[in-house]
């Protein structure tokens, strides 16, 4: 059964740094692509990025560019989300979705809640 | 960036109704797009990707429908189950991108 769990949300300060992680169990972590997808309180989804099964090619929101930074340690089977320079507007229930061969987000975590706040 | 406009935000509908979601791309996506429910407290699920094709385990009565700009989730048959929140994802281009979500509920 495909599992992702992910932790290390948090309350931060704003213009702190967290660190998500996801481990993920059930399948070969090495050969799929893994997403960050995020939800602020109410509102909808918003892919935040994406990193390729071997982290050769990694993809970006313009929201978050330049300030989190996705990786991955395939040992591990455990997806990673840097993320400095947290704002208010980073608020959200954040989760790690595994590719399917389509690309489609095939499998979720129940994600991880950050909480940018002073 | 491709911007996705669903319709209707809410819709309310009758167990066994026939129900159709829509979503806009603001140009062509050539028919790289997901549908996801929600239910509430819940994670997304993958019900439909590349406009047509139905994820494993999702009920035959969820069929998807479109091209180009233009895509529609269909539920044949509503059931009390349905209710969630609808989420439709294109996957042409980087950045990828949500709709705005319809939330469906039972009249």
């Known amino acids: 059964e495909v599992q992702l769990v992910e932790s290390g949300g948090g309350l931060v300060q704003p213009g702190r740094s967290l660190k998500l992680s996801c481990l993920a169990s059930?399948?070969?972590?090495?050969?799929?692509?893994m997403n960050w997808i995020r939800q602020a309180p109410g509102k909808g989804l918003e892919w935040v990025a994406s990193?390729?099964?071997?982290?050769?090619?990694?993809y970006y929101a313009d929201t978050v560019k330049g300030r989190f930074t996705i990786s991955r340690d395939n040992a591990k089977n455990t997806l990673y989300l840097q993320m400095t320079s947290l704002r208010s507007e980073d608020t959200a229930l954040y989760y790690c979705?595994?590719?399917?061969?389509?690309?489609?987000?095939?499998?979720w975590g129940q994600g991880t809640l950050v909480t940018v706040s002073s | 960036d491709i911007q996705m406009t669903q319709s209707p935000s809410f819709l309310s509908a009758s167990v066994g109704e026939r129900v159709t979601l829509s979503c806009r791309a603001s140009?062509?996506?050539?028919?790289?797009l997901d549908w996801y429910q929600q239910k509430l407290g819940e994670a997304p699920k993958l019900l439909i990707y590349?406009?047509?094709n139905l994820h494993t385990g999702i009920p035959s009565r969820f069929s998807g429908s479109g091209s180009g700009t233009d895509y529609t989730l269909t539920i044949s048959s509503l059931q009390p189950e349905d209710v969630a929140t609808y989420f439709c994802?294109?996957?042409?281009?980087?950045?990828?991108?949500f709709g705005s979500g319809t939330k469906l509920e039972i009249k």
């Open positions: 979705a595994r590719h399917d061969y389509s690309g489609s987000f095939a499998y």
């Open positions: 059930g399948f070969t972590f090495s050969n799929y692509g």
């Open positions: 990193i390729s099964s071997s982290s050769s090619y990694i």
């Open positions: 140009q062509n996506i050539n028919k790289y």
């Open positions: 590349n406009t047509n």
């Open positions: 994802l294109q996957r042409n281009s980087w950045p990828l991108t």
